[in-house]
């Protein structure tokens, strides 16, 4: 079975600097996706950020991007010029081709003025 | 594009009754819609997997008989919580995949609906 972990329950950074949420996941397959999710207090799900398994380049969408390392089983998100609007719960999640999707436990992320 | 509603998002019913929660897909086709239960301060936890023309596969330790999916169609799926009990009360979640090819398959997901059993 495919576990994520989140070691980070909380974090907070000011505005304006970069910080870096930690997702360490395990599984035996090789064909997968990683995602980052942002839940902020809506509880609406807003897909922020995707990396192909498959792919060495690490995915970036605007002030967001990831640092993915296959071989150590580690997705982690950086987020650069933090805003006050990032404030929310940031959910790591795995999938495997043609399945479901399994989350970590959240990291709790404050942007401070 | 790729806009996923849910219907209702608040729903306040009296213990015993059934309730209703509709899943859409509004700008695409699904094959594979998911829903999730959330409690407070906790992550996501995956009730069913709903295939449309099929049964629904359930997680372990999830009632199939008390929560009742039908996916009748491509763009809907949907949740039925069988004569609900305070215990139901929570946060329900669904999702609908996108895309049969590696480069576009993602989840996107619903705003939710809160459901508080009396």
């Known amino acids: 079975a495919q576990t994520v972990t989140q070691s980070q329950p909380e974090m907070s950074v000011q505005e304006a600097e970069t910080v870096t949420l930690s997702c360490t996941y395990d599984?035996?397959?090789?064909?997968?996706?990683l995602f980052w999710y942002k839940q902020p207090p809506s509880r609406q799900m807003i897909l922020v950020i995707r990396?192909?398994?498959?792919?060495?380049q690490n995915a970036t969408e605007n002030r967001f991007s990831v640092n993915f390392q296959k071989a150590a089983k580690s997705f982690s998100l950086k987020i650069s010029d933090s805003q006050l609007g990032d404030t929310a719960m940031y959910f790591c999640?795995?999938?495997?081709?043609?399945?479901?999707?399994?989350f970590g436990a959240g990291t709790r992320l404050t942007v401070k003025p | 594009g790729a806009v996923v509603s849910q219907h209702p998002s608040w729903v306040i019913c009296k213990s015993g009754t059934s309730v209703k929660i509709e899943c859409r897909s509004l700008d695409f086709q699904a094959t594979t819609m998911f829903w999730y239960r959330q409690f407070p301060k906790q992550s996501l936890m995956l009730m069913a997997t709903?295939?449309?023309?099929?049964?629904?596969?359930?997680e372990q330790g999830v009632e199939k008989d008390k929560f009742l999916i039908n996916h009748a169609s491509l763009t809907l799926s949907t949740l039925t919580v069988t004569s609900a009990h305070p215990e139901d009360s929570s946060f329900y979640i669904c999702?609908?995949?996108?895309?049969?090819?590696?480069?576009?398959?993602?989840?996107?997901f619903g705003p939710g609906t809160r459901l508080l059993v009396l």
């Open positions: 599984t035996s397959e090789n064909n997968y996706y």
């Open positions: 990396q192909e398994a498959y792919k060495q």
């Open positions: 999702s609908a995949r996108i895309g049969t090819h590696s480069y576009q398959e993602t989840q996107y």
């Open positions: 999640a795995f999938m495997k081709h043609n399945n479901d999707m399994r």
């Open positions: 709903s295939n449309e023309g099929s049964k629904a596969t359930y």
